[in-house]
């Protein structure tokens, strides 16, 4: 068994493909729209399935926002060198909520950023990461 993908609602489907692809590096895999039932889909990634697990953006015709739930936590991506990726994050107009730092209680470096829907985004500094965050694929 292993996670395939991630599922996020999001309010305006070509600013959350702009950010996950212009601020953290991931590529469009695909998309769908399905009129009928009047939703469109996009699916992100730093590769495909099987080999990676996916994000998928959901956008439901006619809501531009939702209510954050209590229970949610973030999406965690690795990186090299977590300052060398928010400094380019921010350089292409992330928002960084967390500035790189050991994690309480531990020395893992870890850093925040929040997407257009206010989805919390944790970047993982682990050198063997080599996500495409801060490097051009």
Do not use: W
Not at 28 to 35: A, C, F
Not at 57 to 86: E, F, P, Q, R, S
């Amino acid at each position: 068994m292993r996670i395939l993908h991630t599922m996020l609602r999001v309010g305006d489907l070509q600013r959350s493909i702009d950010f996950y692809s212009n601020v953290l590096g991931m590529k469009l895999l695909r998309t769908s729209d399905n009129p009928e039932y009047k939703y469109k889909l996009a699916f992100m990634g730093y590769g495909s399935n099987p080999e990676h697990a996916e994000l998928e953006l959901t956008y439901n015709y006619g809501v531009d926002k939702y209510d954050m739930g209590t229970a949610y936590g973030h999406i965690a991506i690795g990186v090299d060198d977590a300052k060398k990726a928010c400094d380019a994050a921010r350089t292409k107009g992330g928002n960084v909520t967390r500035e790189p730092g050991p994690v309480k209680g531990g020395s893992t470096v870890i850093a925040f950023l929040t997407d257009p829907d206010g989805y919390k985004v944790e970047l993982i500094e682990r050198p063997e990461a080599s996500s495409g965050l801060h490097k051009k694929a």
